[in-house]
């Protein structure tokens, strides 16, 4: 019963195939590999981008942080949610890579940004000549760190507030597979179609041992994302394991498939709590992300039970929890994790 986060699940089957099959023979280094190629023409294919840039790495906190550091000047802001991945859980690492940019952080209910919201941040920005932060690039998280999830038609307001000021917008994806399975949307319709310069496309939430794609819909963009990489020190010489896990995690329609299904055990992980009288949830449950609240002494029933999540700060006489699905949650582990209650 591990609903600590999806990604301490292992690796899917698909994506330890492809690894096993890449280490055969040899190939040439830092992405001039015939798998990497395969992967870029797939992605292109996913995105319906014929021109888009793609490259890897092997974090998320790599692909955010050189993404936006190819979209941003030191001297600009970049907008995200006051709770963004980004804002939260970086250690500065956007900050570092931007060589300074300051993250300006953006309101809104349940981890989402509205137009509204945006608005407010960004017409309060650049006020004060060369003496004040000038505007940067939207950054925006889908999934939610809430757990809730954009629709393209949301993303669609954000991305027009932001070209009214002349600014390009990146969307964080590290569970971008589960924003499309929640929604129906393709990934052109959840990206480029919507409005999205560059987006860092997840693969080690949903079953990949670690791996992110980097994707620009601007060629032009290439060139100095590829420098920066090499000199952020994330250009892996075997680069051939990194495209052999997107490839392996792509074939077939993988990384839907185990997404749909992370979303599948979230939702039925939801039901069952909503019948218990004691819960409730800070958050709509959407994807594959949780915040159920609860009685007091029910961390302790749950885990002497064997159950393994985040604890969360909760008001007196009552806990909190986050609670995260992956590809490889069973229905066993959800309905054990209820009879615990």
Avoid at 115 to 141: C, F, K, M
Avoid at 252 to 278: C, E, F, K, T, Y
Avoid at 293 to 317: C, I, K, N
């Amino acid at each position: 019963m591990f609903f600590a986060s999806d990604n301490t699940s292992g690796a899917c089957p698909e994506v330890l195939a492809a690894i096993n099959a890449a280490n055969d023979g040899y190939a040439r280094g830092y992405g001039a590999d015939e798998i990497m190629a395969r992967v870029t023409r797939h992605l292109r294919e996913i995105f319906e981008a014929p021109e888009a840039v793609v490259h890897l790495v092997a974090t998320g906190t790599a692909a955010n942080s050189l993404a936006l550091a190819t979209l941003s000047q030191p001297w600009q802001g970049i907008f995200c949610h006051r709770h963004a991945h980004i804002a939260e859980d970086e250690c500065g690492a956007p900050e570092f890579f931007t060589n300074g940019s300051k993250l300006v952080l953006v309101e809104g209910d349940h981890g989402k940004m509205t137009s509204d919201s945006l608005e407010a941040a960004l017409a309060t920005t650049q006020q004060g000549g060369v003496h004040g932060v000038q505007r940067g690039p939207v950054s925006i998280t889908n999934v939610t760190e809430a757990g809730t999830v954009y629709t393209p038609t949301e993303i669609k307001a954000l991305t027009a507030r932001a070209r009214y000021y002349g600014l390009s917008c990146h969307l964080d994806g590290a569970r971008f597979a589960n924003a499309l399975a929640a929604t129906g949307a393709t990934a052109a319709e959840m990206t480029w179609k919507a409005g999205i310069d560059a987006v860092s496309f997840g693969g080690t939430k949903n079953g990949c041992m670690g791996v992110e794609a980097v994707v620009f819909f601007d060629p032009a963009k290439d060139w100095e994302f590829q420098l920066r990489r090499k000199r952020g020190g994330h250009l892996f010489s075997k680069n051939r394991f990194l495209a052999a896990q997107m490839e392996g995690y792509l074939e077939d329609g993988a990384w839907m498939r185990h997404a749909a299904h992370a979303n599948d055990m979230a939702a039925r992980l939801a039901v069952g709590l909503a019948q218990i009288s004691h819960v409730a949830q800070w958050h709509p449950v959407q994807a594959n992300m949780m915040f159920p609240e609860w009685a007091e002494g029910t961390h302790e029933r749950l885990e002497s039970a064997g159950a393994v999540y985040y604890r969360f700060p909760a008001p007196s006489g009552r806990e909190a929890a986050r609670l995260v699905t992956s590809w490889s949650t069973t229905a066993e582990d959800v309905d054990r994790f209820l009879a615990a209650f």
